[in-house]
C-alpha cells in the first residue's frame, strides 16, 4: 500500500466507522491485529498488519483468523485501552503510509482518555504503535508498539514504552500535485524500461508506489504518444503487417458451433419442433461430434441435452452412429406412422376382465 491507497482508504473508514464501538481485539500473528467494531448498519472485523513483507489495513469479510489462546501482552494493552472505546476519527499523516485510528474510552477512574492506534507501513520497518493523545488527536507518548525498536537498532527513531512519539522522518519529495513537466522531463523516462520508469516515479513522488506508478504510466503513454511510444524504426510497417486469417468455412464453422454448445447451424437456421437433419461431412471437412450416448444420454441435466440437435433418420447416419435404443425408437415411429392422408387408426378396447366367479 502506498499514501495514495491509504488516503483513499482513510476516506473510506472516516465516512463508514466514524463513532463506531469497539467491541473486540484479538492477535492472530505476531503482527496483525483485528479490530472488531460494530456500527448501526452492523458490524466489521478491521485488519491492521505491521507484516515485514505485506503490510497492509483492510477489512475482513468472509476470512476467519486462528487467534492463539492466550493473547499476547500487546493485545491485552490494546483491551485495556481501546476495548469499550469509539472511533473519533480515521486519518492519514501528513500525505505518508501511516494511517492512525483515534478512539476515546473511559479509564478505571471514569476519566476520558484519548487515545491513538498508528499503523506505519515502510515494509520491513513496519510498525503498529499505541499512543496517548491529546485532546485534539495528536500523538503523545508511547504506551506500546508491536515491534519494539531499541537504539541499537535505531539510533534516529527508537520506539519504546514510555518514550515521545516522534512520527517518521520526512523524505526529500515532490507531492504529487507539484510535480510538473520540468521534474518529468529530467527523468528521461521514453530511454528507460517499464521498471525503471516506475522506479524513477517513485524517487520523484512522495509516497507513489510502484504499482501505481505503472498504472500512471500507462495511462500517461496512451494520451502523450510522442513521449512514451516507441520509434519510429521499432513501428510495424504496413508490409510487416501480417495478413488477416481467412474466413472458416461453413462446414469447419458448424462443427464449432456444435462443439460449443449452441442451437445454430448455418444454412438451416433455428431448430424446427420436428427437428432438423443435420449436413453430411463434406470431403475433407471436419467430422461433427455425435450426440451423447450412454449415461450422458440418460442425465436429466437440460443443458447437457440441450448441447446438440435433435433430428430423426430412416437409418443410421455414417458420421452420427446411434444407439441400438434411439434405433428402435426411430423405427417405431416411421413403421407406425400413418401415411399422409390417412385417418389415425382407431384405439383398440382394451379386453373385458373375465367374470368374477
Sequence with gaps: MDAFAVAALCREWQARFQRARIDRIHQPSDRDVVLTVRTRDGTARLLLSAHRQYPRAH?????????PEEPP??????????????????????????LEVWAEHLDDVGDVEHT?????????????????ADTSGRPVQVIDSIVHVTP???????????????????????????VSASHLARLNLASLAPKAQARAMCSLVLGL????????????????????????AETPTAAETPPA?????PAALAGVLIRSRLRLVPGVGPRPPGGVLLPRRPEGGPRLA?????????????????????????A??????????????IFKRNTLAPAAGEPPPAAEPPPAAPPMP
Excluded at 116 to 132: A, D, T
Excluded at 220 to 231: I, K, L, N
Excluded at 316 to 329: E, N, W, Y
Design 59 to 67: 477489512a475482513l469479510a468472509r476470512t476467519r483468523l486462528v487467534n
Design 73 to 98: 501482552m500487546f493485545c491485552m494493552r490494546l483491551r485495556k485501552h481501546l476495548e469499550g472505546g469509539r472511533i473519533l476519527a480515521v486519518r492519514q499523516q501528513g500525505f505518508d503510509r501511516v
Design 116 to 132: 491513538v492506534l498508528i499503523l506505519e507501513i515502510m515494509g520491513k520497518h513496519s510498525n503498529l504503535i499505541l499512543c496517548r
Design 152 to 178: 541499537e537498532m535505531s539510533r534516529v527513531r527508537p520506539v519504546l514504552p514510555g518514550m515521545p512519539y516522534v512520527p517518521p522522518p520526512a523524505q526529500a519529495k515532490t507531492m504529487w500535485n507539484e
Design 209 to 232: 508506489g510502484p504499482v501505481t506508478a505503472a498504472e500512471v504510466i500507462f495511462r500517461a503513454s496512451r494520451m502523450d504518444a510522442p513521449v512514451f511510444a516507441p520509434a519510429a
Design 245 to 249: 486469417a481467412p474466413p472458416m468455412p
Design 290 to 314: 455425435p450426440p451423447p450416448r450412454g449415461a450422458a444420454a440418460r442425465r436429466g441435466d437440460a443443458a447437457r441435452r440441450s448441447t446438440f440437435f435433435f433430428f430423426k433418420l430412416s
Design 316 to 329: 443410421p447416419h455414417k458420421d452420427f452412429p446411434l444407439s441400438i435404443r434411439r434405433r428402435r425408437q
